[in-house]
């Protein structure tokens, strides 16, 4: 069963709740690798440590722009500050490929001179610790974004499900390394995890630039919309539709024709019908209708 949108306020407390999720179990899993990357000497260790430490940082700008992007609008910016998400999604894409590159650089420099491992059970253990929070981390946010559109949950979402590839491709790294004898796997798993890093990147950064550049809603979005308004047989050929997203909020406007014999008051009434029609489905929605005389 489809559940039913949220409104503006309710979305941005469902996602203040799960990037505060992020930041507390990023925090945990910098904690726990650094201490296992110490003891072991891993390199896949070491990138999986990095890339948790850049998604404590993308957290945290995430939690801060989803509090920014709420704010009510003001008389600096009419349309709200919604793509306050977007920007935080593009700063999370620049660290991760800044991650990528320098565990890459690690990981050659590795696999050129491979070294052994040390206390390979540790290292073992904490990456089966880091993926069971890493995937419980990952639900919470699925269920958050089935009910809102936050782009920047999203880009967060792509960080940690790439962490958690990257999670199980370093445990079977280490886990190889310690019983094949074989240290170069080791590296070799830090260079796939720099891999993953790069495309997960590259998703998110699409569709933080797909926000900020206004691209239309979905198209089923798009004939919700125009099936809402036409409910009202006095309302009809929907045009110039045009529609973008911008955090947690919707902006659309749109021409229709009317009947030219209707008074002002009744053709005002008709619009504000299809409004509140429109917000029954779409909450968070910023609406305009300019309302044309039939033929």
Known sequence: MTQPRLTSAEATALTRRVTLLSVATAAILVAIKLGAWIASGSTAMLASMADSGLDLIASMATAFAVRYAAAPPDAEHRFGHGKAEAFASLLQAGLVFASAALIAREAIGDFLDPHPLRREGLAV??????????????????????????????????????????????????????????????????????????????????????????????????????????????????????TRASGPYIHMQMHVD??????????????????????????????LIHADPRG
């Open 258 to 287: 009317l009947d030219p014999e209707l008074t002002l008051e009744a053709a005002h009434q008709a619009i504000v019908a299809a409004e509140k029609r429109i917000l029954e489905a779409f909450p968070a929605a910023d609406i």
């Open 125 to 242: 253990a904490v990456m089966v610790v880091s993926t069971v929070l890493t995937a419980v981390l990952i639900a919470a946010q699925t269920r958050v974004l089935r009910r809102t559109a936050s782009v920047a949950v999203s880009g967060d979402r792509a960080h940690y499900a790439t962490d958690l590839a990257s999670n199980a491709v370093a445990l079977v790294g280490i886990g190889a390394s310690a019983l094949l004898g074989l240290n170069g796997l080791d590296a070799v798993a830090a260079l796939v995890i720099a891999a993953l890093l790069l495309w997960g990147a590259i998703g998110v950064f699409r569709e933080a630039a797909n926000q900020l550049m206004d691209r239309e809603l979905p198209e089923e979005d798009r004939a919700e919309i125009v099936r809402l308004v036409t409910a009202d047989g006095r309302l009809a050929n929907v045009h110039q539709l045009r």
